[in-house]
């Protein structure tokens, strides 16, 4: 399929109430043209509702909602260039699958010619070409969401939306199929809006995430920045695992020192020199974090072996240091700890995030 005309995306001040009860919160949000932006966040958090917005199945008690230049706050669903894919596929089952990834271009008059070898290329980039006359019920769950998504594609909209559409997949579809969906998006450079829970989801599709709390915007920016440089406790335990300790702050500046226990650590994040000499929050991922045995003469924090999983490639490990209990994960071939074990946890960066909030 050819590269669609994409539109750039932006909620201006949107707030949306349902009675009494508002879910929106002055939201400002701004989605490039051509980028994969996801609204990741708990449930109830306002990311479903924002992408309702954008679509026009909701629209908003106040503030505005821009595709490209238009404003289309107060336009129906039906009057955007926008198409959906829906966590329940929301295929038509007395349909073909030929008929159902044709039927928009049927309701828009175009002819049977036409439509046919459109609906050829659509299903031809989702990998199911030849499977036209099929039905609904003949097919998997993973072909069933390929063919939304090119039920959604053949329109070739300005900005495609994405509603948490690989929930009812297993894990081994979900990774390919959020592959799939990714390479079908970079291809053809269309503006997508994607929503899920699933932290590695997020990570793995993204251009920019949008982590949601409380119907406000907790944070914006690329995965590596959510995940590496959080700005709040809430950001950093819900993008992944974080051992969430307390150190002090030893130098500031451009660059910040910290000191937890005996362990010096250099971050490149910023820090005032307000803070030095003063305790805050410290996210730690479990990949920062690397066991020793206790003899070793290392800098480290004391430890004990409370629990450990071997899941293939790595060995989980659950160690209590100073009456708090940490995470980390040891690639399989480094030396192994059973559990009640006494050793040393060793803190590297990347992966340590200081958190003055």
Same mark, same amino acid.
């Given at each position: ?50 992408? %309702? ?5 909701? *629209?908003?008690?106040?503030?505005? /909602?821009? $595709?490209? !230049? @238009?404003?289309? &706050?107060? +336009? ?69 969401? %390929? ?5 959604? *594609?053949?329109?070739?909209?300005? /900005?495609? $939306?994405? !509603? @948490?559409?690989? &929930?009812? +997949? ?188």
């Amino acid at each position: 399929m050819k590269k669609h005309e994409s539109s750039r995306v932006q909620l201006l001040n949107v707030v949306k109430s349902f009675g009494d009860n508002t879910v929106l919160h002055g939201i400002d949000l701004d989605i490039q043209a051509g980028s994969l932006t996801t609204l990741l966040g708990p449930s109830g958090c306002g990311k479903t509702t924002i992408l %309702r917005l954008i679509a026009g199945l909701e *629209l908003p008690t106040s503030g505005q /909602v821009f $595709l490209g !230049d @238009e404003d289309v &706050s107060v +336009l129906s669903a039906s009057q955007r260039d926008v198409a959906m894919v829906f966590q329940s596929y929301a295929l038509f089952p007395h349909m073909t699958v030929g008929q159902n990834v044709g039927y928009g271009l049927k309701m828009q008059g175009v002819g049977k010619e036409k439509r046919e070898q459109s609906v050829k290329e659509a299903l031809d980039s989702v990998g199911l070409d030849g499977f036209q006359p099929r039905y609904i019920d003949q097919m998997s769950g993973g072909q069933q969401q %390929r063919v939304a998504v090119a039920r959604a *594609l053949i329109l070739e909209p300005k /900005v495609m $939306l994405f !509603d @948490e559409p690989l &929930s009812n +997949l297993d894990s081994k579809l979900r990774r390919q199929m959020r592959e799939d969906i990714r390479r079908l998006q970079q291809e053809l450079a269309v503006t997508s809006v994607y929503v899920t829970h699933d932290q590695d989801e997020a990570l793995a599709v993204s251009d920019d995430v949008v982590v949601m709390k409380d119907g406000e915007i907790a944070q914006q920016g690329t995965p590596k920045e959510l995940y590496l440089q959080p700005h709040t406790k809430f950001v950093a335990t819900f993008m992944g695992d974080a051992n969430i300790v307390q150190g002090e702050v030893i130098a500031g500046g451009e660059k910040s020192l910290l000191r937890i226990h005996n362990v010096e650590i250099a971050t490149d994040k910023p820090m005032s020199t307000d803070l030095i000499s003063k305790t805050i929050e410290i996210a730690i991922r479990p990949e920062a974090l690397s066991l020793i045995p206790a003899d070793d003469d290392a800098a480290g924090l004391p430890c004990t072996i409370v629990s450990r999983a071997y899941i293939g490639a790595a060995i989980e490990y659950s160690v209590k240091w100073n009456g708090q209990e940490l995470f980390l994960v040891s690639a399989t071939g480094n030396q192994e700890f059973a559990v009640g074990d006494t050793a040393k946890v060793l803190i590297t960066p990347p992966g340590i995030a200081p958190i003055p909030e």
